[in-house]
């Protein structure tokens, strides 16, 4: 049992490049959340998913875009890196809206 | 909408005194409340929560948390901390009112001196 993965752990990206931050969970969770953490800002709110097929914006969704084709799977797509875009970030899940929830490792992205 | 306030941006101990972390919650009705660490260079890990019942409860790492309605606060607490604890600590409150986003604290963090 696995818990929550991502990938990759680490990427530089150049100013107007694209990437796909991947998260996987073998948990089979219907809800899943992506978070940005900055320094001393805590963790703020990208997407989130209650179920294949079906997200929602959070707190931040500019500049990001996510699918959920999948129980397990729920990548997250940065179509044109900024600058801004520098943080670390990190992919949940939970079994319901009053569960905790589960982390992953993270992706620590600089955008150049 | 709910909200969650960790007042200590950082916390200074020393190895073996006690600690407490404070968070302070506005909510409706009763929350369901999570303390979560964050050791460095890694995800958050659930250290304990609070659904109902008893309002002290139990958590991993020798952590435990008392929840005081009057009070609105649902604090931290260790009697003896290890240099291991030296971490981010972050509180959350469970969602509500339709919503499926829980709130999370800023978060604490956590400085232990030898």
């Known amino acids: 049992n696995a818990g929550v993965t991502q990938t990759p752990k680490f990427r530089i990206l150049k100013i107007g490049q694209s990437m796909t931050l991947q998260c996987t969970q073998d948990m089979n969770h219907n809800y899943m959340y992506w978070y940005r953490q900055d320094p001393g800002m805590g963790l703020k709110l990208i997407y989130y998913?209650?179920?294949?097929?079906?997200?929602d914006k959070g707190e931040v969704p500019n500049g990001y875009n996510v699918s959920r084709s999948t129980t397990e799977d729920f990548p997250l797509r940065l179509e044109l890196a900024a600058p801004s875009q520098t943080s670390v970030y990190f992919c949940?899940?939970?079994?319901?809206?009053?569960?905790?929830?589960?982390f992953g490792p993270g992706t620590r992205l600089t955008v150049l | 909408a709910q909200s969650v306030t960790q007042p200590d941006i950082h916390i200074t101990v020393s190895e073996g005194a006690s600690l407490e972390l404070r968070c302070n919650y506005s909510?409706?009705?009763?929350?369901?409340l999570f303390w979560y660490v964050q050791s460095p260079g890694q995800g958050l890990q659930l250290l304990l929560k609070y659904f109902s019942g008893d309002t002290l409860v139990q958590g991993i790492k020798g952590f435990e948390a008392e929840f005081k309605r009057s009070q609105s606060s649902f604090n931290l607490r260790k009697p003896s901390v290890h240099w291991s604890d030296a971490a981010e600590y972050f509180c959350a409150v469970g969602a509500s009112g339709g919503s499926y986003i829980p709130t999370f604290g800023r978060g604490t963090s956590l400085i232990v001196h030898p």
């Open positions: 949940a899940s939970s079994a319901g809206v009053y569960n905790e929830q589960f």
């Open positions: 909510y409706g009705a009763t929350p369901y």
């Open positions: 998913s209650v179920g294949a097929g079906i997200t």
